[in-house]
């Protein structure tokens, strides 16, 4: 298992790594997280939805993607409480010490899907969930040394010295660990390092000795790293690509799926930007993407707090171009009435009026892997959707996308607003030369194949990993469970 001192700290990436290596070995392997916390899901093989940097790590593995990869999914709504996945399906929200009452319970869940793996696979790596030294916790905690110990599994331990205080996060969270707790870790990782790693080999003699912990390498900094899906919207930079079409994606407070514009890093034609809170939407965008959100009244309100309402309608008169994606294509429309408090605290509002719909939210979850043409450009998209709510009118009988009589989305009569409720849809290679061609009024397209980029970069990362940490001793410290 692959524990943290902090959050962020590259446990994700390291895990992805680990099992295309041990892949590469020939085993049999496959991710685990037994509890994560993020509004950036995925669809699972089986019908369900789960952490999407599990399901990164399911393709760095070759493997299909299982909702026993992540069996307790929480999605936050607010400050003080989360929507529950288990298992792949929603099962209520509830507040943070609420959850808490159910540790029981969840921990059993988890522990059965781990279980699932372990007679499938000849591998698991498993993954923790921010700091491991989280003691007011500890007593409540499945994500980290509470499965651990639970099943006696060995834990490598990632710091990011990137951050600072590299020593201290280790030697501090050795310190604060009960031995019990202790006795189950095998070493450490440090993270993220640039420049001359010989100038840290004191450092590490320092930690080594203080902890009698084992060091399993340095890890350099990764900078590619920025182009594999970010798990957390923290963790998304501002800014990528200095192409002459510019998008601009509106960081919402509650911002979910937005893994969706991965494949928009890679186009040479393009600068994606994520317009932070406070920030205006730069007046040279070429088109403006409203992204999925886990609460879409809170986030409208949002939005409108901003002033972004006023930028995107000056956008509109200038001729550009405007997506909503999931709840960003509810936001588009003339209404959202959710009286039972579904998608949040019960509440109607008027949205931007920007296409002739309105949405009522339910109760049942829209959920599942989907095929379209698009009617914007003729092209198959694959993508998927994971929403609350219908949408319905005028607008909706010009879709954003069909096929053998069902419909998906709309688009506005004068073709600059478009919405629609499918995720992924940039993955599909064609639908997205073709689509950023139009937005860009340039009509030489380039086609760029997205996971042959991926799948070299992760390549070059995993060269990398065998290159600074000894693979071989960490994926020795695995037991039999």
């Known amino acids: 298992m692959i524990q943290g001192c902090g959050s962020n700290v590259g446990k994700s990436l390291l895990v992805a790594g680990l099992v295309r290596a041990a892949k590469k070995r020939g085993m049999r392997v496959s991710p685990f997280k037994p509890q994560n916390m993020s509004n950036n899901a995925a669809i699972t093989v089986d019908g369900g939805e789960a952490g999407r940097a599990q399901s990164f790590q399911a393709y760095a593995a070759g493997i299909d993607f299982h909702s026993d ?43 059965k899907s781990f279980r699932n793996l372990l007679n499938k696979f000849d591998l698991v790596i498993a993954e923790g969930a921010g700091s491991l030294a989280e003691v007011n916790l500890r007593k409540s905690d499945i994500a980290n040394m509470g499965f651990a110990t639970e099943l006696g599994i060995p834990v490598i331990v990632v710091a990011d010295i990137e951050r600072g205080g590299v020593i201290a996060q280790i030697i501090g969270t050795k310190e604060v660990l009960d031995q019990k707790d202790i006795n189950l870790i095998e070493g450490f990782i440090i ?24 060091s399993f390498g340095v890890m350099p900094f990764f900078d590619k790293a920025k182009l594999f899906p970010a798990e957390d919207s923290q963790d998304l930079k501002n800014s990528f690509g200095t192409g002459k079409c510019v998008i601009s994606v509106l960081k919402l407070s509650r911002i979910a799926n937005f893994d969706d ?19 205006p939407i730069p007046a040279d965008t070429n088109l403006i ?13 949002f939005l409108k707090c901003q002033g972004w309402d006023i930028d995107i309608r000056a956008h509109l008169r200038r001729g550009g171009f405007i997506l909503g994606i999931c709840g960003g294509f509810q936001i588009l429309g003339n209404e959202i009435t959710d009286d039972q408090g579904y998608d949040g605290i019960p509440s109607n509002a008027k949205g931007l009026g920007l296409l002739d719909v309105q949405t009522i939210m339910g109760k049942e979850k829209n959920l599942g892997k989907k095929e379209f043409i698009s009617t914007v450009n003729g092209k198959k998209i694959s993508g998927y959707e994971i929403h609350l709510g219908i949408t319905s009118g005028n607008d909706c009988n010009k879709p954003f996308a069909t096929l053998r009589g069902r419909k998906d989305g709309a688009i506005s009569s004068n073709g600059l ?8 849809l940039f ?40 290159e600074n940490l000894d693979v071989d001793s960490m994926l020795s410290t695995a037991r039999n469970i």
């Open 417 to 424: 607003v478009m919405g629609t409720y499918l995720h992924g």
């Open 191 to 214: 993270n993220k390092f640039r420049g001359d790693q010989s100038l840290f080999d004191d450092g590490v003699a320092f930690i080594n000795n203080k902890t009698d912990w084992k």
């Open 69 to 111: 990869m992540n069996p307790v999914l929480l999605k936050p709504e607010n400050t003080i409480g989360s929507q529950i996945i288990l298992n792949g399906k929603k099962y209520k929200s509830l507040k943070a010490r609420e959850y808490y009452s159910h540790k029981d319970e969840f921990l059993a869940i988890a522990i």
């Open 261 to 279: 514009f991965d494949p928009l890093k890679i186009d040479k034609r393009l600068k994606l930007r994520f317009v932070e809170a406070g920030n």
């Open 289 to 301: 993407i409203i992204p999925g959100t886990k609460s879409t009244i809170a986030d409208l309100n």
């Open 427 to 466: 993955f599909s290679d064609e639908f997205r030369n073709k689509f950023v061609t139009k937005i860009s009024g340039n009509e030489k397209e380039e086609n760029v194949d997205f996971n042959d980029n991926i799948e070299y970069i992760l390549e070059e990362f995993v060269n990398v990993l065998e």
